[in-house]
């Protein structure tokens, strides 16, 4: 099952994919969380940090991987949450070693290669596309490639959740989601 989160900054979509997660984890096998956050400031630091301490307990094994999903190891039947697209996203198109201008296929290979070893995939993503502003150019790609990716997502996705505040709100799919809340 695919399940897609997004939801602005601050929103509790993280918190929220984790708890559904862990919820709906039925495998009784690995439980792994695939950060694609560089640690690149104090900023990026303290996140990561809190995303640690939010999921301490949960019983996740944490990967580190900035870019190409496809060599994640994920054991047949796990559960993975992969947090987040829009930190990898990022690091495809600006990393010196990243797919650049096809990371929309290296993404959706990463996620097919996800998809095919494990029961459960939960993708937290970000909704930054309401703001109205207008960027400089390399931005503008930036926002392009991550809505051609999260458009990717949604359409293979089972369930599609956004994150209001703390509430979830079903885009795509029946799940019950409010037993977490």
Not at 8 to 29: C, I, M, P, Q, R
Not at 98 to 127: P, Q, Y
Not at 131 to 156: F, H, I, P
């Amino acid at each position: 099952m695919l399940c897609v989160v997004t939801g602005g900054s601050g929103s509790g979509k993280s918190e929220f994919a984790e708890k559904w997660l862990v919820v709906h984890d039925d495998t009784g096998g690995a439980r792994y969380y695939i950060a694609t956050m560089k640690p690149f400031g104090k900023e990026a630091e303290k996140r990561i940090a809190r995303h640690r301490r939010q999921r301490q307990g949960r019983g996740f094994t944490t990967i580190e991987q900035y870019l190409d999903l496809e060599k994640v190891p994920v054991e047949p039947g796990a559960s993975v949450l992969l947090e987040c697209m829009s930190n990898l996203v990022a690091n495809e198109m600006f990393e010196d070693d990243g797919s650049h201008d096809k990371l929309v296929t290296a993404i959706e290979a990463g996620i097919n290669h996800l998809l095919a070893r494990a029961k459960h995939v939960v993708v937290v993503t970000n909704e930054v596309f309401s703001d109205g502003e207008a960027y400089d150019a390399s931005s503008m790609q930036y926002l392009a490639y991550l809505g051609e990716v999260n458009r990717m997502l949604a359409k293979k996705a089972d369930l599609v959740v956004e994150v209001v505040y703390s509430i979830p709100v079903i885009l795509k799919g029946t799940e019950d989601v409010w037993t977490l809340s």
